[in-house]
């Protein structure tokens, strides 16, 4: 089966590129491998939160934030699909990523849960990867989520 018929199986359509807001490209691919810039939970692009994650007034929620890492997978796919033209063979190697999280918050790991779950869900066995968590201070536009990925071609 092909990754875009188990997308649509899956009722996930890939967004646009997200826009740099910087001086880089959203990927780049070196011999069999794409790199991804951090993306950020961009959706029509907005950011549909802002802050840190954590509990309470104010905070993100981690149930938010791990659908927030979510889509940050789902834009990194498409900044991938952006320099290959298509996501069949393609085998995800490394996950990285940051949670803008309260100094109390340790639960960075289950956050990124929502980026490894789906693409889990997409790739099967090629969507098992390596992964960091890490919590951070502050993130770009005072996203809570950021992800970045390391693709391998393999076909």
């Known amino acids: 089966m092909s990754i875009d018929s188990r997308l649509a199986e899956l009722g996930i359509t890939l967004p646009d590129v997200a826009a740099p807001v910087a001086a880089y490209q959203p990927a780049v691919r070196s011999g069999r491998y794409v ?3 951090g993306q950020l939970p961009f959706v029509s692009g907005e950011l549909p939160v802002t802050g840190k994650v954590g509990e309470g007034d104010g905070l993100v929620d981690a149930a938010t934030a791990t659908d927030l890492a979510r889509t940050c997978a789902l834009n990194a796919l498409a900044a991938v699909r952006s320099v290959v033209g298509s996501l069949d063979g393609v ?3 490394k996950v990285t990523g940051f949670v803008a999280s309260d100094p109390s918050f340790t639960g ?3 956050v990124l849960n929502g980026a490894s779950t789906v693409l889990g869900e997409i790739f099967g066995d090629a969507g098992t990867h390596a992964r960091s968590a890490v919590g951070v201070a502050v993130l770009p536009l005072d996203a809570p989520v950021e992800v970045e990925l390391i693709a ?4």
Request: glycine residues 0%; without cysteine; aromatic residues 8%.
């Open 91 to 93: 085998r995800i190697v």
């Open 108 to 110: 960075q790991p289950a």
């Open 35 to 37: 790199y991804t810039a």
């Open 152 to 155: 391998e071609l393999t076909a």
